[in-house]
């Protein structure tokens, strides 16, 4: 079974900036050969493709909305992948969630992630 626990979701102002992570584990999971994404969903629309990044951080994914304030890595010692976000806006409102992609393409696409955290909440105030 594997399992994505995410930590440091809450509440900021506009234009603060917060830091999320994801820490990975699986008997038989081996997290450096996955990719991994941020997705997020706020309420009264679907889900949405944040970032991403390849196994070994050679490629990343940004949605057109972040680009330029968010920045994906990970560290495969600690299994683990982070989402920094900078200058928040109230848009960025929603749920966040964390997910595995056992392919090597396709980092953008929903449909490609087999494993899923349980989100977190981020909300940012005007």
């Known amino acids: 079974q594997v399992q994505l626990v995410e930590s440091g979701g809450g509440l900021v102002q506009a234009g603060d900036s917060l830091s999320v992570s994801c820490a990975a584990s699986g008997r038989t999971f081996t997290f450096s050969s996955y990719a991994m994404g941020w997705f997020r969903q706020a309420p009264g629309k679907e889900r949405e493709s944040v970032a991403a990044?390849?196994?070994?951080?050679?490629?990343?994914y940004y949605a057109d909305s972040v680009k330029g304030r968010f920045t994906i890595s990970r560290d495969n010692a600690k299994n683990t992948v982070y989402l920094q976000m900078n200058s928040l806006k109230p848009e960025d409102t929603a749920v966040y969630y964390c997910?595995?992609?056992?392919?090597?393409?396709?980092?953008?696409?929903?449909?490609?992630?087999?494993?899923w955290g349980q989100g977190t909440q981020v909300t940012v105030s005007s």
């Open positions: 990044i390849s196994s070994s951080s050679d490629n990343t």
């Open positions: 997910a595995a992609n056992p392919l090597k393409w396709g980092l953008a696409f929903i449909r490609n992630y087999k494993y």
